[in-house]
C-alpha cells in the first residue's frame, strides 16, 4: 500500500471492515466509516448509528451476522464477492480479541478486511 497503517479503532467500519487500510482512505478518497455522513444507503451503518453501537461486534441479535438481513444484504454481497472481503469473519474476530487487538492486527497485515476463503 505504500503507507503505515495506523491503529486506530475508531476506523473500525460498522461492518467489520478496517477503514484505516483501504486504499479509499489512504488515498484522501474516503473519510471512513464513521466520517461518511453521506452513507445513508448503508443499511449497516445506519442500523449501529441508530443502535449506538460502534459496530455490528456489539450487536447481541445476531450470534453469527450473517443472519441479519441488514448485515447480509444484496449490496454488501457484491462488495464481498468484489472484493473478497469476509465481513462476518471480521466481526467475528474482532468479538474474539476485542477492538483493539483487531485494529492492530489489521493494521500490522495491511488489510481492510479478513479475507473470503
Given amino acids: 500500500m505504500g503507507k503505515d497503517v495506523e491503529v486506530d479503532v475508531s476506523l473500525i467500519a460498522k461492518c467489520g471492515l478496517y477503514c484505516a487500510a483501504c486504499g479509499a482512505f ?65 466481526i467475528k474476530r474482532i468479538r474474539e480479541a476485542g477492538p483493539e487487538a483487531y485494529a492492530s492486527e489489521m493494521a500490522k497485515a495491511g488489510l481492510h478486511s479478513i479475507k473470503r476463503k
Avoid at 58 to 83: T, V
Fill in 26 to 90: 489512504l488515498k484522501g478518497r474516503c473519510k471512513g466509516c464513521k466520517e461518511n455522513v453521506n452513507a445513508s444507503w448503508c443499511k449497516v451503518r445506519t442500523c449501529c448509528c441508530e443502535a449506538g453501537r460502534s459496530s455490528c461486534a456489539e450487536c447481541a441479535s445476531f450470534q453469527d451476522p450473517s443472519d441479519c438481513s441488514k448485515f447480509n444484504n444484496f449490496i454488501s454481497r457484491i462488495f464481498a464477492f468484489i472484493f473478497r472481503s469476509d465481513r462476518a469473519a471480521c
